[in-house]
């Protein structure tokens, strides 16, 4: 089957991180691989490869409604059907976030493989911490675990499991579940945790949201990271508040900024304070403390 390459090039670098975040997360189907990258006299450089393509002219509206930016133009071509997603990934450099070291098993031999460091492949369940919301969540957990141990911790919508995996690692006494409504990410993170050591360390489920049996026999826990996306973040936030506990740490991301108010209405009105807001490339990160 003949792949298909979308390639995007913007001179601003925030902008063109935060369309490469929206274009994985907002695009349905998602591209198959993804890469961004400073090109010579180019800018910043988007290439994202598929072989279900949408239409060009509807994705380019999609992604100036969701980012509200003006979108530079998109070119499309036909490319040889290679392996883009191992490809791609080959490109990607080490990402440190705060104590973490997320990187690829093609830096094997060139990152230190001391305990924080964290080996994800992109893959289906894109999470290795190149996206400001996975480097945003990241950078959460080492300041907060800094300050404080916590010992029941939900991974809510884990992806790849990266989030999940960073808190076994510092929290090594921690009781740790990791959620996600996607089978196959729910297997990708299984795997992950499987090459960083960390099976035994972390239970896995298949829910949508918080619906799940172990969620709701479980006690209440101190530390939720929620990577998903805005609306449902909103939707989730009772419920998050019911599963939480008083002075609890919550670390919310997959919010655009401009998103982010509305967000912190939501959590706000269910009985959680700000701690802080972070902005990295045009996504938020909310840190909040369950009064």
């Known amino acids: 089957m003949i792949a298909r390459k979308l390639t995007l090039v913007t001179a601003d670098r925030d902008l063109a991180h935060t369309l490469a975040g929206a274009m994985q997360d907002f695009v349905e189907p998602p591209p198959d691989a993804l890469t961004l990258f400073e090109a010579p006299e180019e800018g910043w450089r988007i290439e994202a490869y598929f072989t279900e393509l949408p239409d060009a002219d509807e994705l380019q509206t999609l992604l100036a409604n969701v980012t509200g930016a003006d979108v530079p133009a998109l070119t499309v071509e036909d490319v040889p059907p290679l392996n883009w997603v191992a490809i791609s990934q080959a490109a990607l450099p080490p990402v440190i976030a705060g104590r973490f070291?997320?990187?690829g098993s093609h830096d094997l031999g060139r990152v230190a493989q001391g305990p924080n460091a964290i080996l994800i492949d992109a893959g289906e369940a894109f999470g290795t911490a190149h996206h400001a919301t996975t480097y945003g969540c990241l950078t959460a957990i080492d300041r907060l675990t800094?300050?404080?141990?916590?010992h029941r911790v939900l991974d809510l919508g884990c992806g790849s499991g990266v989030l999940a995996i960073g808190a076994a690692r510092v929290l090594p006494k921690a009781t740790?579940?990791?959620t996600d409504m996607d089978p196959t990410s729910v297997?990708?993170?299984r795997s992950n945790m499987a090459a960083n050591t960390a099976p035994s360390r972390i239970?896995?489920?298949v829910a949508t949201g918080l619906a799940h049996p172990k969620l709701r026999r479980t006690a209440r826990?101190?530390?939720v990271v929620a990577n998903i996306l805005a609306d449902p973040l909103m939707r989730l936030?009772?419920?998050?508040?019911?599963i939480m506990l008083p002075r609890g740490k919550l670390v919310l991301s997959g919010i655009l900024i401009p998103q982010a108010p509305a967000v912190i209405a939501a959590f706000v009105a269910q009985g959680?304070?700000?701690d802080r807001h972070d902005r990295v490339t045009g996504w938020s990160t909310l840190t909040l403390t369950r009064r």
Do not use: M
Not at 146 to 150: E, K, L, P, T
Not at 237 to 242: G, L, T, V, W
């Open 146 to 150: 800094r300050r404080r141990a916590f």
């Open 203 to 205: 239970a896995t489920h």
């Open 187 to 189: 297997d990708v993170a």
């Open 221 to 223: 826990f101190d530390f």
């Open 272 to 274: 959680f304070a700000l």
């Open 176 to 178: 740790i579940i990791a």
């Open 237 to 242: 936030a009772r419920d998050i508040r019911r």
């Open 101 to 103: 070291t997320v990187h």
